[in-house]
């Protein structure tokens, strides 16, 4: 470095595998991009964050080493071994082995337009819904109506990823429904599964709030109709492959530019669902193949965010002009979810009033609009199918085959060889 910037001392210390800003400590980051001879940004705007921010410096001293190949996911397991009804109908309508070649997708495109086609596709997920409504039955002991939509958000739980934020829409429609008589609805389902890590305090308290809040709508008659919650404990792989297939909205609402990629986005995306996101990881590639019509988009892109934080964000400002936003921070506040306890949520609370490190108020209106608008798409079933196998018909590029396949020839610099069988 100091040969490459003999003036810049301020770069070779920035540099330095050992930070000595303090006491003294190796940089991992900084070992591994030295380590390695490529760098992969796991989706489009990981890769461009990557290069103007996080390692800004390395890209600069290497410019070839930091690399774009967009994640994916293999859809033996994710459509294949996950939802075998849907890839036999698929098989149906394309020809066999579009599992292994998922370009051959692109012609499942027109049965959107066949009736008779939609049907059996609603038919499948229907099945689905059904199903894990009968295990819900069993194990909670509580009815929900396999006509209401799948509203799901699985996935480890973290504040980026904004559990909280799904929290907040769905106490407001429970407020709506309490407190607005003309207010109407497509009844939901909402769905949650993910695992907080040991010592985070936070997850672990919003865990709380989703159990809390289902406590209290599931058994609310004013609402149990149009409003059920289920946190599913434990989430792993297999439970996913339950999850994904029965699923109707796929929440991707993620704070921009924290989300390095997602892979959870490609699994829902390729049975059926549809999502409600921001452009965030590959959230934004996705939305590009499927199409801006069959994507429910909504809140603040990255570079705004970075602005907003420059500029000085303020989320009591937020609170103390959005009345909706205060109605429902106040029915946690006042203990409604809590038998009366007012300490038990305050952690939360006071961080999104007073710090708001990713953002949920300023995301809050933009939300809860664009969650209006899944209602009334929902309610058009036809359209709403429509765009369901639009969706899937277009996600030939989120195949792990293809990110496989770009490793290959750009890092590994490997050729396939033929595997002779028997
Ligand atoms: C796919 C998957 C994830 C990743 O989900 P994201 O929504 O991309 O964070 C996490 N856990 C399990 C069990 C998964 O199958």
Redesign the pocket.
């Known amino acids: 470095m100091r040969l490459r910037f003999p003036m810049d001392n301020q770069r070779v210390a920035d540099m330095s595998l050992i930070d000595e800003t303090g006491e003294r400590y190796v940089r991992m980051a900084g070992l591994a991009c030295v380590g390695s001879s490529h760098i992969n940004g796991v989706a489009r705007l990981h890769t461009q964050l990557l290069k103007d921010q996080v390692l800004k410096d390395y890209h600069c001293l290497w410019p070839d080493k930091i690399i774009n190949i967009t994640n994916g996911?293999t859809p033996r397991r994710w459509m294949g071994v996950s939802n075998p009804k849907l890839t036999a109908l698929i098989t149906e309508a394309v020809g066999e082995d579009w599992l292994n070649n998922m370009e051959k997708l692109s012609d499942l495109e027109p049965f959107a337009d066949d009736a008779s086609f939609r049907e059996k596709w609603y038919q499948i997920k229907r099945g689905h819904k059904e199903q894990v409504a009968s295990l819900i039955l069993k194990r909670f002991g509580f009815v929900v109506d396999p006509d209401s939509m799948f509203d799901v958000q699985?996935?480890?739980i973290h504040e980026y990823?904004r559990q909280h934020l799904n929290i907040l829409h769905l106490i407001s429609l429970y407020w709506r429904l309490k407190n607005e008589p003309d207010f109407d609805m497509v009844p939901r389902t909402f769905i949650f599964g993910g695992k907080a890590a040991p010592g985070y305090f936070m997850a672990k308290l919003i865990i709380k709030l989703i159990t809390s809040v289902a406590e209290v709508l599931n058994s609310d008659p004013v609402t149990r109709d149009k409003l059920k919650v289920i946190f599913r404990p434990n989430?792993?792989?297999t439970?996913?492959q339950i999850v994904y297939p029965m699923a109707d909205l796929s929440e991707?609402i993620s704070l921009a530019g924290k989300e390095a990629s997602?892979?959870?986005?490609m699994?829902f995306a390729m049975n059926g669902a549809l999502t409600i996101g921001t452009l965030d990881g590959a959230n934004i590639e996705i939305r590009e193949e499927v199409g801006a019509e069959n994507f429910f988009l909504f809140g603040l892109t990255a570079p705004q965010v970075f602005e907003l934080k420059q500029s000085g964000y303020h989320p009591l400002d937020i609170y103390h002009s959005n009345d909706r936003l205060h109605a429902v921070i106040d029915l946690i506040e006042f203990g409604h979810f809590s038998h009366g306890d007012r300490n038990l949520f305050k952690p939360l609370l006071d961080s999104l009033k007073f710090n708001d490190e990713y953002m949920l108020f300023a995301d809050f209106q933009s939300y809860i609009d664009c969650q209006q608008k899944v209602n009334a798409a929902y309610a058009d079933k036809e359209k709403w199918l429509k765009k369901s196998i639009k969706t899937v018909a277009r996600m030939a590029r989120f195949s792990s085959d293809r990110s496989i396949r770009e490793y290959c020839g750009r890092i590994w610099q490997i050729k396939p060889v033929e595997v002779l069988s028997g």
């Open positions: 996911v699985v996935k480890r990823k989430y792993n792989v439970i996913g991707q997602g892979t959870g986005n699994k």
